[in-house]
C-alpha cells in the first residue's frame, strides 16, 4: 500500500466532505492580495503546488499536514487561501527548448489553481463573493469581438483602495533601475496588432500545458500585458517581478538583474529577438534571413514568421563598394628607349627586353545584399564644438529627423568594415505597418559614456517614409502619371520584380496591367506614419560635474503614449501618468520612437 502524499491528503478524506460555506471570508483583506509576484514559497521557495493566503498575501506550498500552508493557518490563524499553481523551472525550460519539435502533447494542469480552500480543515470554499479574486487572478477574458472596446473605453476603473485609473495606462514599478525595460513593455502595449495577439490569439496558439509551448519570456510577457489593460486590479500599477526576473535568467543577468540602469534600445532589440524565437520563429532582426539579390527568392531564415515580423519586420538594401589593394603583384611592362637618335641608329638598334616588375593593384568590388530588420538604427549628427550663443543662455542643438533618416536615402556614404575603408549605402525595400526608430544617443569608451543630447525634432502625425522607399525593381516609388507613360514591357517588369508575376504573364491588355501597377503602386506608397510612442532619456541636471560623469546610470526614462478615444497624450514615468501637450512630445530628448501607418492605429 503506497504512502499518501504529505502535501496533498487523498480524494477520499472526510474533510473534502464539508460544507462549502466557509465562517472565515470576512477575515480575507483584498487590499493584501497581489498576483504580481513570482509563485514562491516563503518558507520553502518551492514554485509547485503554491497557495497564496487571502489574509497576509504571502505564497506557501501544499495545504496537507505539516505543509508550510497547513502550519501557516495554525500559527497566524489565516484559514483561506486560494490555490495559485506555480511553475516548474526545469519543465518549462525543457519545453520551450522543443518548439520546433513537429509533435505535440498535453500535460494534466494542476487541478487546485483558481480553487479556494479553508486549512487546516481543508475543504473546498464556494461562494460569489470571491468572484472579484478570481477575476483579479485570471484576468477578464478577450476575444476578437470586444477587442475593439479597449480602444474606445472612456470609464475609469477603480482600485480597493479608492485610486481611479485607465486601463492600458498604468505604470509599472520601479524595481532598482527597471524603468528601462518598464517603458518598452508600456510602448509594445499600445501596438494594436501585437498588444491583440498577446491578449486573445497567443492563448489559442499556445495553451496551458501543450508541449512544445511558447518560452517561459513570451507566457509572463503575455501575462503582463493583459495585466496592463485589465480593468478588475485590485492596487492601480503593475509590478513586473515575475517578467524582469525572466529578463534577468534569459539574458543572463544583462538586464534587469543588476541594478543598473541599461539602454531601452538596446533591450527593446533584445526583448522582440527572444519573443520571436519563444514563438516557434527566427531572430527578430539580426537573426533574420540575410541573402544576396540574385538569390532574392531563395530559402527563408530559421523558424516561421511571428507577430514580431508580422508588425515590425521590413526589408533594407545594402550595397557595398570596397577598394582593395594587391600587393607585389608582378605586372610584365615594356622597357621603352626614349633616348633620341638618328634613323640609321634606331633601324640598327635593338629591342629593349620586357621587365617583369611588381607593383600594387587595387580592384573595386561591389556587392548588393538584401537582409530583413524591426528596428532602424539612426546617428544623431555630433553637436556642434563652437556656436554663436545670441541669446545669452544654453543652446540645445536641434536636427529635423529627416536629416536623421538620410542614411537610407540610398546616397553613398564612407565607412569602415574591419580596418578596410568601403562606401556604404542603404535603400529600404520593404516598409513594415510599424516602424521602430533607435536613435543612437550614447557612445561608450574605455573612460566614460557620452550622451548626444541634440533634439530630434519630428511630426506627430503624417510622417512620410516615402523619400527613402525603393521599390525591388529600382528606384523610388512611380507617380500615376508615370505608370501611364510606361511601355507594355516597362509594365511588365515593374509587376515581376515586385512579386505579382503571374499578374504580368496573364494580362494582355496594357489598361489592365496600368490598373494593377497602379494597384501595386498604392500599396507600396503607403508611406505616411503616425507616431504611436515616444521613449525619452532624460539626464539630470548635475550630470556632468564632479562626481557624476555616467549620463546613462544617472538618467531616467518615460515615455508617451496617446488615448485614441479622447485623442489625449499621456505621460507614464514609472507609477506616474499625467497628460501631456503633444506640442511638447516633439521637443524631448528622444531616444525611441515608434510610427505606424496612417490609420492602423
Not at 381 to 409: H, N, Y
Not at 487 to 496: N, Q
Request: charged share 25%; aromatic share 8%; glycine share 10%.
Amino acid at each position: 500500500m503506497k504512502r499518501a502524499r504529505s502535501d496533498e491528503p487523498p480524494l477520499s478524506s472526510s474533510l473534502c466532505d464539508e460544507p462549502s460555506e466557509c465562517p472565515y471570508l470576512e477575515t480575507i483583506d483584498r487590499g493584501s492580495i497581489s498576483f504580481d509576484s513570482p509563485p514562491i514559497c516563503t518558507t520553502t521557495l518551492a514554485t509547485t503546488h503554491i497557495y497564496t493566503c487571502l489574509v497576509c498575501g504571502q505564497f506557501y506550498r501544499g495545504r496537507g499536514k505539516n505543509t508550510p500552508a497547513y502550519n501557516h493557518a495554525l500559527e497566524e490563524g489565516h484559514y483561506v487561501f486560494m490555490g495559485i499553481g506555480g511553475e516548474d523551472i526545469e519543465n518549462s525550460k525543457s519545453s520551450s527548448s522543443s518548439l520546433s519539435s513537429s509533435s505535440s502533447t498535453t500535460i494534466p494542469l494542476d487541478p487546485t489553481v483558481g480553487k479556494f480552500y479553508c486549512l487546516p480543515d481543508n475543504y473546498e470554499v464556494k461562494s460569489s463573493t470571491l468572484n472579484d479574486i478570481s477575476l483579479a487572478f485570471t484576468g477578464p477574458k478577450y476575444s476578437a469581438a470586444n477587442l475593439p472596446l479597449l480602444d474606445t473605453n472612456k470609464s475609469l476603473s477603480r482600485d480597493n483602495f479608492g485610486s481611479k485609473y485607465l486601463p492600458g495606462f498604468q505604470g509599472l514599478n520601479n524595481l532598482r533601475k527597471t524603468d528601462y525595460i518598464s517603458v518598452v513593455v508600456v510602448a509594445l502595449c499600445h501596438v494594436k496588432p501585437f498588444r491583440n495577439y498577446f491578449l486573445v490569439e497567443f492563448d489559442q496558439e499556445f495553451p496551458l500545458g501543450r508541449i512544445p509551448g511558447a518560452s517561459p519570456l513570451a507566457r509572463k510577457f503575455s501575462r503582463l500585458v493583459k495585466q496592463v489593460w485589465s480593468g478588475n486590479r485590485f492596487k492601480a500599477g503593475v509590478d513586473p517581478h515575475d517578467f524582469i526576473n525572466c529578463c534577468s535568467s534569459e539574458s543572463g543577468k544583462r538586464f534587469g538583474g543588476s541594478g543598473k540602469q541599461g539602454e531601452s534600445g538596446e533591450f527593446f532589440s533584445w526583448l522582440l529577438d527572444m519573443l520571436s524565437r519563444g514563438l516557434g520563429g527566427g531572430g527578430g532582426g539580426g537573426g533574420g534571413k540575410k541573402k544576396k539579390k540574385k538569390k532574392e527568392g531563395a530559402g527563408a531564415g530559421a523558424g516561421a514568421e511571428t507577430i514580431v515580423q508580422r508588425v515590425f519586420g521590413g526589408m533594407v538594401e545594402i550595397k557595398t563598394t570596397s577598394k582593395r589593394v594587391k600587393k607585389n603583384v608582378e605586372v610584365v611592362e615594356e622597357n621603352v628607349d626614349d633616348r633620341g637618335g638618328s634613323d640609321e641608329e634606331s633601324a640598327s638598334a635593338t629591342v629593349p627586353a620586357p621587365v617583369l616588375n611588381k607593383k600594387k593593384l587595387s580592384a573595386t568590388t561591389t556587392t548588393t545584399t538584401t537582409t530583413n530588420f524591426v528596428q532602424l538604427s539612426l546617428s544623431i549628427p555630433q553637436k556642434p564644438l563652437f556656436k554663436a550663443d545670441t541669446a545669452g543662455g544654453l543652446i540645445i542643438p536641434q536636427e529635423p529627423i529627416s536629416r536623421v533618416l538620410e542614411k537610407f536615402s540610398g546616397v553613398p556614404q564612407e565607412a569602415t568594415s574591419r580596418g578596410i575603408t568601403c562606401l556604404k549605402s542603404f535603400s529600404i525595400t520593404k516598409l513594415p505597418d510599424y516602424v521602430i526608430i533607435h536613435l543612437g544617443r550614447f557612445k561608450k569608451n574605455n573612460f566614460f559614456v557620452e550622451k548626444n543630447s541634440t533634439i530630434v525634432t519630428f511630426p506627430i502625425q503624417n510622417l512620410d517614409l516615402g523619400p527613402y522607399l525603393k521599390t525591388k525593381g529600382g528606384g523610388n516609388v512611380p507617380k500615376v502619371d508615370e505608370i501611364q507613360k510606361m511601355s507594355i514591357k516597362e509594365l511588365k517588369l515593374f509587376l515581376t520584380s515586385n512579386g505579382n508575376a503571374s499578374l504580368s504573364s496573364t494580362m494582355l491588355e496594357k489598361s489592365d496591367l496600368v490598373n494593377a501597377v497602379v494597384t501595386l503602386r498604392n500599396h507600396l506608397a503607403e508611406t505616411k506614419y503616425d507616431l504611436v510612442a515616444n521613449i525619452i532619456h532624460d539626464s539630470p541636471a548635475e550630470v556632468g560635474k564632479e562626481g557624476k560623469r555616467d549620463p546613462l546610470e544617472e538618467g531616467t526614462y518615460r515615455v508617451h503614449v496617446r488615448h485614441g478615444a479622447s485623442s489625449t497624450w499621456f505621460e507614464i514615468q514609472d507609477l506616474h501618468i499625467q497628460e501631456s501637450l503633444k506640442e511638447l512630445i516633439g521637443l524631448s530628448e528622444s531616444y525611441v520612437l515608434i510610427f505606424g501607418k496612417a490609420g492602423l492605429n
